[in-house]
């Protein structure tokens, strides 16, 4: 059974503001089907496979509490937000997000499919 990597984020305190555009600081999480970048919030991320990486950035121009994350390996299911009946690389693919409403997720999931 295929694993994939659950992080949750317990704190994002990263420079950040109308100057840096996430460009100041920033963590850069991706695999091989996706890319999300974070400086001042984040929500959890699933993995689309076995290995996730994450990749932190700053200029070192201001000094803040930074972030700290937890990661853990799951067995690979059906994804756990609103687009609970998705597999989850269809779900990523998707762009579905824990906080995405199912509607919204379905409507993601239908421009996804017109688009490939």
């Known amino acids: 059974m ?7 984020f317990n704190q994002m305190r990263l420079e950040d503001g109308p100057e840096c555009e996430c460009e100041c600081d920033n963590v850069l999480i991706y695999d091989d089907n996706f ?4 400086c001042s ?3 959890p991320i699933t993995s ?28 690979q299911g059906w994804y756990s937000s609103g687009c609970r009946s998705l597999p989850p690389l269809l779900a990523s693919r998707a762009k579905c997000r824990p906080t995405t409403s199912y509607q919204s997720c379905l ?3 239908l421009k996804y499919k017109e688009a490939n």
């Open 2 to 8: 295929l694993q994939v990597v659950s992080v949750t």
């Open 35 to 38: 890319v999300e970048k974070f």
């Open 41 to 43: 919030s984040a929500y």
């Open 48 to 75: 689309t496979g076995p290995s996730l990486h994450v990749f932190f950035t700053t200029d070192g121009s201001v000094n803040k509490g930074g972030f700290s994350l937890n990661w853990k390996f799951v067995s």
């Open 107 to 109: 409507s993601l999931l």
